[in-house]
């Protein structure tokens, strides 16, 4: 079951489209993440699946329930951490989780509980009697974390949870994210590469308000190159094959879109690029043994994520995504 879900969810400021008809559902257990350049509408998304905007049209659910309608339950059932952490820097960190937990309706005896949970979690048990405005920033993330994981909700959204911070910030606070969405769903949003092929199951890449691609980063790969491609090059064994004949062969196994010619440094050596439907490398090792040919190089090669990132997000905008 979809414990989030968008559909056809647009939100107008006035005459600007921030978020321009998308649909997705996230399932339960997923980690997903929205990657996108700065005003790609990654946030507006986010403040209207929380319940914060409403949206202009279209439809979104939070574990079943609509934004819309009941805005105040779909806040009961998330964690949410804004891009600016919601901290009061005057307060101590155990009495600001005291708080929160007493917004959230925790009663004493399990606040308490709650508090030692998310200190223990967040790493912030020995920081509960210090001032939050004299922590670091990547501890105010941490205390930001605590406070949205406070009433164990089983949806996180978070926004830009690794702004402003260090590299060493970023790891740790990258391993807790990850070890959060190995029991709960957590959509996250970010414009660091880095982040989304460290942290995320599946990326969803925005521009201009519209999903432009929508799966993991080796599918958005392989859809963006037009399928797994393939260099193969092959030199003669028991016998000399002409390179026609074996390229006739190659383009014979199943699942193979079009084979490519390529210049190889070997003089005898003879070089495909092989586009294919699927990881076809078996099936060439296969048909070298069955040749009497020596592979000289077999190896599958992907579309960096920045190379990916950087074709969907140039002007103007594409109007086509892969589906996960």
Known sequence: MATI???????????????????????????????????????????????????TTGRALVDGVDVLTDPIEVRRRIGYLPESAPIYRDMEVGDYLDFVARVRGLARAERARAIHRVAEQCGIADRLNQDIGSLSKGFRQRVGLAQALVHAPDI???????????????????????????????????HILSEVQATCDRVLILHRGRIVADGSTEEISVHQQGGHLILATFAPGVVALPRQVVREAVQGIAGVLRVGVVEVAEPEGAGFQVVAERDVRADLFRLAADLGLVILDLHRETTSLEEVFGRLTRDPAPLTGVAP
Do not use: C, W
């Not at 489209?17 to 946030?43: C, H, M, Y």
């Not at 949870?161 to 970010?190: A, F, H, M, W, Y």
């Open 156 to 190: 996180l959204v978070l926004d830009e949870p690794t702004s402003g911070l260090d590299p060493n910030q970023i790891v740790e606070i990258r391993n807790l994210i990850r070890e959060i969405g190995r029991r709960k769903t957590v959509l996250l949003s970010t």
């Open 5 to 55: 879900e968008a559909d056809r969810l647009t939100r107008n400021y006035g005459s600007h489209v921030a978020v321009d008809g998308i649909s997705f559902t996230v399932e339960r257990g997923e980690i997903v993440g929205f990657l996108g350049p700065n005003a790609a509408g990654k946030t507006t998304t986010m403040k209207v699946l929380t319940g914060y905007l409403a949206p």
